[in-house]
Nanobody
Framework: QVQLVESGGGLVQAGGSLRLSCTASNNIYTINHWTWYRQAPGNQRELVAS???????NYADSVKGRFTISREKSKNTVYLQMNSLKPEDTAIYYCKGRLAWGDAWGQGTQVTVSS
């Protein structure tokens, strides 16, 4: 069983920065393909950024140039560096790790950006 634990959310003013982390609870499986999603109230969950097994990255147009996804394999951890935050970035952020037998999800961390 692999559980993902997120941290780093909080309240920040517009223009500020936050770094989210998501760590696997154990190292029985090294996750190489990670994805961050977010869900704002009343909205569907949307993909924010992903990092693939080959190291390639993808971003939603709304966060390109502001957010950066990275991973630290030795710690089985993925990060989401969020800069120049906007009120519309307010949401619950979820990480997902692709395992050989399926996907694991984090519990979600709240990010609130005040104007």
């Amino acid at each position: 069983q692999v559980q993902l634990v997120e941290s780093g959310g909080g309240l920040v003013q517009a223009g500020g920065s936050l770094r989210l982390s998501c760590t696997a609870s154990n190292n029985i499986y090294t996750i190489n393909h990670w994805t961050w999603y977010r869900q704002a109230p009343g909205n569907q969950r949307e993909l924010v950024a992903s990092i693939l097994s080959n190291g390639g990255t993808n971003y939603a147009d709304s966060v390109k140039g502001r957010f950066t996804i990275s991973r630290e394999k030795s710690k089985n951890t993925v990060y989401l560096q969020m800069n120049s935050l906007k009120p519309e970035d307010t949401a619950i952020y979820y990480c997902k790790g692709r395992l050989a037998w399926g996907d694991a999800w984090g519990q979600g961390t709240q990010v609130t950006v005040s104007s």
